[in-house]
Every structure is written in C-alpha cells, then in structure tokens.
C-alpha cells in the first residue's frame, strides 16, 4: 500500500533536466518494497515547439506524453515496479492531466517484451450490440456530418482500457495492481497545475462547454477555461480510481458505472445505442491477442494486426522502400531530400490504398489471401514498389495479394485525431509500447462522473466514428470497416517494439498520437532511428510528412523551398500544415537505454 505525502519537491528527474539540458538521468536509490509515492514540481511548458535534449539511462527508462504521468511511470520503475506496472500508473495520470488525449473512457493496444517474447493485448473499443451499419445515418438516409457524429452518443464505443491493463498486469505485473493507482489518486484529490497545452485546448473547444460536469470541472462562471497553472482537482475521477483500485475492474464494470456511462450517451441529444450489458459484458472479453511480427532488414518489428491498421501499414512502407533504389543521399542537414521523400510518399499512396480497402475487425473481417501477412509478402511488396515511378501517381489503387479479388468497397479517408503513446523499459529488461485514445480532443464531449455525484470524473471517447460512416460504396460494395454490433473500429494506433533478428533482443520501443498520421510518425521514427542512423531524439525531431493516398503534407516551415519545389516538379501536389506528433521513443544504447520526447508536446523521458 501506498503511504502517500503530498510534499511538493524537485525531484531530480527528467523534468529538471528538461530545462538544464544536460541529457543524463540523475542517481536515484536501490527501489525498496513498495512505493511512497512524491508529487513534484511541476514547471509550466510551453506549447508549441520545444527543444528536447533526449535522456541517457542505464538501468530503465519511462517516455510519457506529460511530466506528471512521466514520473508516476518513474517512480514505480524505481521502487521495483514492472514495465507493465509503470504503465498502468502512467495511464491512469494520463486520464487526469491529459484528459483531451486517453483514459479509462477509451482504448488502448500495448505490446510487452518479456526477455524471451513479445505479448500483445487488444483494448479497442467496441461498438454496442445493438449497432448495425447505419449508426451514422439520418432519417432521411444521409450520413451524419463528421462533426455531428464526433460530438454525439452515437460516437462512444464500450471503454476497453481498465480490463485490458488488468489483464496484462495479471500476467507481467510485479506489485499489487492497487500500488499503481497511487500518484493517480493522489493527483486528482490534491490537485495538479492545469498545462498551456491542456488550457489552451478547453479554450478553444467551445463544445465542451455543453457538458454539464466538463462546464463545472474545466470553466469558470463566465465560461472561461481555467488558466493556466490553476491547480485542478478532479475528487469523482479519485473516487472512481480508488474503487478499481481495491476492486479491480469490477469496480468500473459494474451497474453503477457503467449506468452512469449508458446514462450519459442515451440522454443526449444525439443518443447513442450502448446498453449497460454492453459495459459489462466487455470484461469478460479475453485481451490477449497474438502479435503481428515482421522482419524488416536486420530486425524485427512486432505490432498489432486489425483492428490496428498501423503496423501492417508502416511494415508496407518500409518494404516497398525496400524493393527501390535507394536515392545517393537521404538526409541532408538533417532534413529527409526529395528524392527519398518522392520514394516514400509514393510507397505510403500504396499502402493508404490497401488499408482503405482491406483493413478491419479482424473478427469480422476475412483477411486477403487468408492472412494478413499476404499485404507484407516480399512478392507482393515488389509488384507494389514496381508502381513507382519517378513520375508522382495522383493516387494509388488497392493490390491483390491473393487470387482472389475481394468484394469490399474502398472507405474514404475520414479524420482521426487525439491519442497518447507511452514506452517503458523497466530494470529487467523488459519494455512495453502501449497507445491509448479517447479519438478526438476530450472525445465525444461527453463526461461521466461514474455515478459517484462528485465533482469531475472522466471523458468517453468517440471511437465508432473511426467505422466507415457510410457502410458501402457507390457499386453496393460492403465496406470492411463499416458498422457492426460488437464490433472494433479500425485504428491507426501503432505500437511498436524493435527487436534483433538475429539475437532477439530488444532494440527499441515507439509509437505517436495523431490520428491517421501515426501511421508516418512511427514509420518515420522507426527509419530514422533504424535506418539513418540517428538516435532517438535526432529521429523523433525530423520534420513530419504525410501522405493519406492523394496530396503529400508536409510539416509547416521545417522544409526547404528547393525541396517542395523539387517534389513539386515530380508531381506532387503539396501542402504544408502543422503535423503535430507526439512521439516517445526508447532505444538500447551500449551501457542502457536513450529515449527521446517529441518537442512538439509536453512529454520527457525520465531514469536511472
């Protein structure tokens, strides 16, 4: 058990070393049983862009997407605690102090390497029983706009993130699941200093402020967001944590909750179809789920298969590119040249094709050529790279990796936004990449205070407008991610662990938020680190670039005008936007680990 203080000290961590930007984990001591968990400072970041330095540890390390859920991952490492451990803690402050982002009213997947293997667990949501594939249709037979469906009952799907952690901590857990909730709990009763990012993103949302509890707990009198450095406290989210604490996730998937859930998304406007059997009948569900491993030159890449559509996507990236000619020069001053750039926006055209058409719930979704790994076959991924021409492709059609062809309709790029990613290694040498969502910013913009009647609680995602809204294409083709009761929704959420082939060792751990762009910040990451050379801060700092089967985006004033110029006269129709990643990525190094923390963010990485 804990034996909380709420002592407000500078504890030297990786926050501090944010700012001294000396690079290296200060000395902590041996873990002792337990863990008397320490609030510490906690400094105001600003948004936008900030430099990070990357940290070198030698015994574990933790990369969160906020400094508070950083150390909470931190100190439980210290005082003995699993990677998967570490992990739960820093979810659970996550659903505190980055609430527009994850938490336990979303989904995650998490992938951890115990020495020997790689496990996967499945947390995505899914979509009430009573569901069909016009969920998202009018009375009059016409989708929903996107807003509209976003910022509706209709969007939330059953929460999965609570009983998939409690799961996986049964499995590779090394202290009491109640020990985790600790810095959670604490955090919520005594409060935490509200972020520029967090104050600046309740300001702009003028939907939140609909939501009675969101109105209470986030806005002033006057319907003002509470500034920056107020100190928030959240005493319904406290309540609700304590009891899953001591209980377990029965605790969440009760009548009471899950009343309250059910409560919530029927009674708006716009009412979902979720029933409380849905919530509870979700804990019965068994999470674990078989990786999807695949070799890529000297490594091997482990993530989720569908619902993800994340891994088999960065793996066709990466195989594609590796069925071309590499160009003479890759990177030049630390900025992708446009001849590798042509390469892999063209590469990514294809892959965007393939998922579109193939990619959904694999337990209601048959596979191409019956598996999954027929999208990454070396013959297959050699008839896509031959597509490539030094000429752009306005935009890419599915392949048929099998004899075949499949009857599925091809889905519209439709936005994803939100998420978090968190990478752990822990003292033994085992390492998790978990991503977790709630979809867009704080979600479907509706709260539940878990039937506790406090004031607070936490934030239901809108997961089930990640399903094709309108279910088939104009020739009457079925989409493979349309709308099914019980079913997951597609996602780009991109876990990845790196591992040596040859060794099995583990090489690195890495993932992003930001909806469709997952996809190419954790391919970029995975290059960058793997492929250039660079570690893991240089990799993560690169400058964005995306493409979703049609124009190429590239991150906003990070690109040379002879660049765009040059991609421009091959073809591509350009545009340049902010693009901002959330990266967290841990690699071993001789000696231990280095982790890097995308500067767009507020995230660190913290160790010993």
């Known amino acids: 058990m804990y034996n909380f203080t709420t002592r407000l000290t500078a504890i030297a961590a990786a926050v ?22 320490t609030v ?26 906020n400094p508070l859920a950083t150390d909470a991952g931190y100190q439980i490492l210290q005082a003995g605690g699993s990677a998967v451990d570490a992990a739960v803690a820093v979810q659970m402050v996550l659903t505190l102090v980055e609430p527009q982002s994850s938490g336990i009213g979303g989904g995650a997947f998490l992938l951890t390497f115990d020495g020997d293997e790689v496990h996967a667990f499945n947390g995505r949501e899914k979509a009430p029983s009573a569901a069909d594939e ?9 989708p929903y706009s996107f807003s509209d469906a976003v910022r509706s009952g209709l969007s939330v799907g059953v929460p999965g993130t609570i009983a998939m952690l409690a799961e996986a901590h049964a499995e590779h857990g090394n ?34 402020r609909k939501d009675s509890i969101a109105r209470e707990l986030y806005y002033d009198d006057e319907g003002e967001a509470l500034p920056v450095g ?17 209980q ?38 068994d999470f674990k789920v078989d990786p999807m491993c695949n070799d890529w030159r000297s490594y091997e890449i482990c993530g989720i298969a569908p619902p993800s559509s994340g891994h088999i996507a960065v793996m066709q990236i990466l195989g594609i590119m590796d069925h071309l000619e590499a160009p003479s020069e890759v990177l030049q001053d630390s900025i992708p040249t446009a001849d590798w750039l042509h390469q892999y926006l063209e590469a990514s055209k294809l892959a965007y094709a393939d998922r579109a058409k193939y990619i959904g719930d694999a ?47 091809i889905q519209p790029e439709q936005p994803e936004m939100g998420t978090s990613h968190i990478s752990i290694v822990d003292r033994d040498g085992n390492a998790v990449s978990m991503t977790t969502t709630i979809e867009q910013g704080f979600g479907s913009r509706i709260m539940s205070d878990g039937g506790t009647g406090l004031k607070g609680g936490f934030h239901l995602n809108n997961e089930l407008t990640d399903f094709a809204r309108i279910p088939e294409d104009l020739d009457g083709n079925p989409m493979a991610n349309r709308v099914e009761g019980n079913k997951r929704p597609r996602s780009s959420m ?17 993932g992003s938020p930001g909806g469709a762009g997952i996809i190419h910040y954790t391919a970029k990451a995975i290059i960058g680190m793997h492929g250039f050379g660079l570690n893991a801060q240089e990799a993560i700092d690169l400058p964005n670039f995306v493409n979703y089967n049609g124009p190429s985006i590239l991150e906003q004033d990070r690109f040379t005008a002879e660049i765009i110029e040059s991609l421009e006269a091959m073809g591509h129709e350009i545009d340049e936007r902010d693009l901002t990643s959330g990266i967290q990525a841990i690699q071993r190094i001789e000696g231990g680990y280095f982790g890097g923390a995308d500067p767009r963010r507020e995230g660190v990485v913290m160790g010993d």
Request: proline share 9%.
């Open 40 to 65: 510490p400072d906690q400094p105001e970041m600003s948004t936008g862009y900030t430099p990070k330095p990357g940290w070198e540890t030698s015994e574990f390390a933790v990369a969160a997407a």
């Open 175 to 208: 202290l009491e699941w109640e020990e985790l909730f600790g810095p959670a709990i604490t955090l919520a009763e005594d409060g935490f200093n509200i972020s520029p990012r967090l104050q600046g993103l309740l300001d702009a949302d003028q939907t939140l």
């Open 494 to 510: 991109s876990p990845s662990l790196v591992l040596d082939a040859e060794t099995g060792e583990f090489v690195s751990s890495v």
């Open 248 to 285: 377990g996730p029965s605790a969440f998937y009760n009548e009471t909750v899950a009343g309250d859930i059910v409560d919530r998304v029927q009674s708006h406007e716009r009412p979902g179809l979720m029933e409380v059997e849905d919530v509870l009948a979700y804990a019965e569900l």
């Open 134 to 142: 016009n969920l998202f249709m009018d009375e009059n037979g016409e």
């Open 363 to 409: 337990d209601f979704v048959d596979p191409p050529a019956g598996s999954w790994h027929s999208l990454l076959a070396p013959d297959y991924l050699q008839k896509r790279a031959s597509l490539i021409e030094d000429r752009a492709m306005e935009s890419a059609e599915p392949g048929n990796p099998g004899s075949l062809s499949s009857a599925f309709g």
């Open 230 to 246: 107020h100190t928030l406290q959240n005493p319904a989210l406290a309540e609700i944590l304590r009891n899953v604490a001591a």
């Open 16 to 37: 501090a070393v944010l700012f001294l930007l000396n690079g290296c984990a200060q000395p902590q001591p041996e873990p002792e049983s337990g863990i008397n968990y």
